[in-house]
């Protein structure tokens, strides 16, 4: 009996080091829990996340180019952020670094951009994500929306 319980701690010790491992490696894994633990995704966002966005109070934005609408750039604070849910909807689409399951993502990439692109609605935001110390972080945000 004193033998049973030291070897079950260890193994269920283990199962666990195996999991965050796989996670730390493994962007689709990541992924997948970032999306639906908000404890996790709160804790494996960049402090400071960078935000930059386009600057839509130009008052001629009719005749303005998207290219020439300027870019704001702001750093939040990570106690700002709050969980959200980086889906895919009937008319809004997502690839992450032009593949469309954050699976086929290579095991040796160390950045993953996530983008939605929305149909006929102007949504096209990019999630940009980093591998720091093994672990993956959402480093900024990138809404060219309109």
């Not at 996670?23 to 990541?30: I, L, N, S, T």
């Not at 709160?42 to 009719?62: C, H, M």
């Not at 939040?76 to 699976?103: C, M, Q």
Request: charged residues 25%; aromatic residues 10%; hydrophobic residues 40%.
């Amino acid at each position: 009996m004193r033998l049973v319980l030291p070897l079950a701690l260890l193994l269920i010790i283990g199962c666990g080091a195996q999991q965050n491992r796989s996670e730390r490696g493994d962007f689709g894994a990541f992924f997948n829990r970032f999306q639906t633990d908000s404890a996790f995704q709160v804790s494996r966002v960049a402090n400071p996340l960078t935000l930059r966005y386009l600057d839509t109070s130009v008052e001629e934005r009719i005749d303005t180019v998207i290219t020439e609408m300027p870019i704001v750039t702001e750093e939040i604070d990570t106690a700002e952020w709050k969980y959200r849910k980086l889906g895919v909807r009937e008319d809004v689409r997502g690839s992450f670094n032009g593949h469309s399951d954050p699976a086929a993502v290579s095991a040796y990439a160390d950045t993953v951009v996530f983008h939605l692109a929305g149909t006929d609605n102007g949504v096209n935001l990019r999630y940009e994500f980093a591998r720091r110390d093994g672990e993956w972080l959402l480093v900024g945000i990138l809404d060219e929306s309109l």
